[in-house]
Nanobody, 131 residues
């Protein structure tokens, strides 16, 4: 059974940091996109950041432009994990954050940002930014 399990969410004050982690099991995710989406109350799920294999042991990263510089996505050493370091958090970052993995290696930069191109999803972890 394929599973993605997130951890690391919680309550943080504005300006604070959180690190989310996601561990995949049930198949290998090495060489496939893994990343993060989020969904705020009353809004659609949106792309946050993801990683794509570019050959050898290397992955490149994609971000929503507005989050670049504050958020950093990375793959773990075994490549079946993905993390999201979130700094300078703002109240508008409050959302449920979902880990996602795709079984398509050939996604281009446009399609890698779309929810429909991800086959596996975690249960979500709540991030609340509030004073």
């Amino acid at each position: 059974q394929v599973q993605l399990v997130e951890s690391g969410g919680g309550l943080v004050q504005p300006g604070g940091s959180l690190r989310l982690s996601c561990a995949g099991s049930g198949r290998t995710f090495s060489g496939y996109p893994m990343g993060w989406f989020r969904q705020a109350p009353g809004k659609e799920r949106e792309f946050v950041a993801t990683t794509r294999w570019i050959g050898g042991d290397a992955y490149t990263q994609y971000y929503t432009e507005s989050l670049k510089g504050r958020f950093t996505v990375s793959r773990g050493r075994d490549r079946n994990t993905v993390s999201l370091q979130m700094n300078s958090l703002m109240p508008e970052d409050t959302a449920v954050y979902y880990c996602a993995a795709s079984s398509s290696r050939g996604l281009t930069s446009m399609y890698i940002r779309k929810t429909e191109n991800y086959d596996y999803w975690g249960q979500g972890t709540q991030v609340t930014v509030s004073s």
